[in-house]
């Protein structure tokens, strides 16, 4: 680190342009590749968009629930047992194949357990019966394969899986939810089963608002509880229904720190919000160094389409050891190099990581435990390549959420560990990265939004992945761009560079990097990809994230 506090990662002119949705509020943390200049960057380059849609980012590396995996190591300190935590995210449900669907169809000295007499069934849901204990592993123990397991059920993710119909089958901290299960070398087959519903570090504190909060149709105020530290915040609605979140108070400060109307008009915002308006919001208070926590609480401005009713969690912790888990899913990435893509092991992507890891070092932190899984069957081919929806404004080719990219998240379902979930695919049009929130719904496995995903097969060799990783970490970690493409929106930093539209010397209504190289083009978060610094803030707040432990 040098003098002021700017951290060299990496300079490397990666080229890009970006496209600009109708409504400038909300950031898409996508990384995107388009007008390739800097060939020597392998990247073709690297863009978020300002839209009304979250998502941003990613990473890779190593273990599996599988033939040649080996055993994953488990890390003591999740914080599983968190007492009154109201169910968090959406879940669908999966057919009950089979004569039984939990233990209670079943005789009380025997299971309900997989139907290993079929032959697997990819994509089909898992046929269970009453039968004897298979394996000696109870539920939520690690496991390589499904004779390991009591319940012969052994997750894509690599844990031992006790069967369920309803949420009631679960312990109070789980839920029942759909997990893919690996039942052949090439075969994955779903089954409801009961999984913790939040996997964050041991000494996170975890506080939850009394349970069911009413919201009328129109606009209402959601009191959120204090916390002494940066805390991350999650609001969850009923889940056929949205919310809008239009501001954030502290009640420390009396004063609005987020606001979005202000935002649009291009006012600072000192605690941006990002929300699409779906049913689960994840936000970060502070995000902004210059804010303290606010003890007594904060009130969320939200506006209902309908009557409904909220749940809302807040996850606090001091700054630790600042220790990155990751959990890589290979999802046929790296079939440009390798026949089917590259599966757990695969040493370009250790290298990968490996310098993310050194990057990370450089501002005091880490990337810890590696576990590796290798998504087999169909779901492997359909979700390596993923197609973007796009839509032409004026001139534009404005590109949306690439399809099926809730499916890819969802494999995670069933994640014991806490850490970063990454997806490592071949291609998604121009995206390169694309990450699951700003932040991301830090330790909520199994949801449309639980992730990052990495198309590498448009990164060569990889050797530049490393830097796109670290941009869309620290979108997933809570980062927003340093000035996005309009110039005429700003993070809430004090200490980031700001390129105002003032800098747009060709009058594109788009800021270049090299129009913007000495107002911030060279500043990681910048909105091209083009740069490599983190400011002290910005470490500050990646430094923050409940999900380092
Ligand atoms: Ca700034
Ligand atoms: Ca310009």
Same mark, same amino acid.
């Given at each position: 680190m040098d003098s002021d506090g700017q951290v060299a990662v990496r300079t490397c002119a990666l080229a890009a342009s970006l496209s600009v949705r109708a409504l400038g509020q909300i950031t898409s943390g996508a990384t995107r590749r388009q007008g390739?200049?800097?060939? $020597?960057?392998?990247?073709r380059a690297l863009v978020a968009q300002w839209c009304l849609l979250t998502l941003c980012a990613l990473l890779a590396l190593s273990t599996a629930c599988?033939? %040649?995996?080996?055993a994953s190591n488990s890390?003591?300190?999740?914080?599983?047992?968190?007492?009154?935590?109201p169910p968090l995210g959406c879940f669908g449900s999966v057919a009950s194949v089979g004569?039984?669907?939990?233990?209670?169809?079943?005789?009380? *000295?025997e299971r309900c357990v997989f139907d290993s007499s079929l032959v697997p069934d990819d994509r089909m849901p898992a046929s269970l019966r009453c039968a004897a204990?298979?394996?000696a592993r109870v539920a939520l123990q690690n496991c390589e394969?499904?004779?390991?397991?009591q319940s012969g059920l052994c997750a894509l993710t690599g844990v031992c899986l006790e069967p369920c119909l309803?949420?009631?089958?679960?312990?109070?901290?789980q839920s029942c939810r759909p997990v893919e299960v690996r039942?052949?070398?090439d075969t994955l087959q779903p089954v409801m089963a009961c999984t913790h519903r939040l996997v964050l570090p041991a000494d996170v504190e975890i506080k939850a608002s009394p349970r069911g909060h009413e919201l009328r149709r129109g606009n209402n105020d959601v009191p959120i509880p204090g916390a002494a530290q940066p805390a991350l915040v999650y609001l969850q609605g009923d889940c056929d229904r949205s919310v809008d979140v239009l501001t954030l108070r502290s009640l420390d400060l009396g004063?609005? $720190?987020?606001?979005r109307g202000q935002l649009a008009l291009g006012k600072r915002s000192e605690n941006t919000v990002l929300h699409d308006g779906s049913s689960l919001a994840a936000l970060m208070f502070?995000?902004?160094?210059?804010l303290a926590p606010s003890l007594t609480g904060l009130t969320l401005g939200v506006r209902s389409p309908t009557a409904q009713h909220v749940e809302v969690v807040v996850a606090a912790r001091a700054p630790g050891a600042g220790i990155l888990d990751l959990n890589v899913f290979?999802?046929? #990435?790296g079939a440009e190099i390798v026949e089917g893509g590259f599966q757990p092991g695969e040493r370009r992507v250790a290298r990968m990581l490996d310098n993310l890891d050194q990057r990370l070092r450089v501002v005091g932190m880490s990337v810890g435990q590696i576990r590796e899984f290798d998504v087999v069957g169909a779901l492997r081919e359909e979700l390596s390549v993923l197609e973007v929806p796009s839509r032409m404004v004026g001139e534009r080719r404005i590109e949306g959420r690439p399809k099926r990219l809730d499916e890819l998240f969802k494999l *995670?379902?069933?994640?014991?560990t806490p850490g970063l979930n990454i997806f490592l695919i071949?291609?998604?049009?121009?995206?390169v990265g694309i990450a699951? #929130?700003?932040?991301?719904?830090?330790?909520?496995?199994?949801?449309?939004? *639980?992730g990052v995903a990495l198309a590498?097969?448009?990164?060569?060799?990889?050797?530049d992945g490393d830097l796109v990783l670290l941009h869309e970490l620290g979108h997933f970690l809570g980062l927003f761009h340093t000035? %996005?493409?309009?110039?005429?929106v700003l993070d809430p930093l004090a200490d980031t560079a700001e390129c105002t539209s003032a800098e747009d010397k060709d009058e594109d209504r788009e800021l270049s990097t090299d129009e913007c190289w000495d107002e911030?083009?060279?500043?990681?978060?910048?909105w091209t990809g083009s740069g490599a610094l983190l400011t002290k803030e910005q470490i500050a707040v990646m430094a923050s994230s409940v999900l380092l432990r």
């Open positions: 390739v200049r800097a060939r $020597v960057c392998l990247l599988g033939d %040649e995996a080996a890390i003591e300190s999740a914080n599983y047992f968190v007492q009154n935590v004569s039984c669907a939990r233990r209670a169809d079943c005789d009380p *000295s204990p298979v394996g394969r499904g004779a390991d397991c309803r949420q009631d089958d679960c312990a109070e901290t039942t052949s070398v004063r609005n $720190v987020y606001d502070p995000n902004n160094p210059d290979y999802v046929g #990435g *995670s379902s069933g994640l014991d071949r291609d998604m049009s121009s995206y699951g #929130g700003i932040p991301g719904v830090l330790g909520l496995h199994g949801t449309e939004r *639980s590498i097969d448009q990164m060569g060799e990889l050797d000035t %996005e493409s309009s110039g005429t911030g083009a060279d500043n990681l978060m910048f």
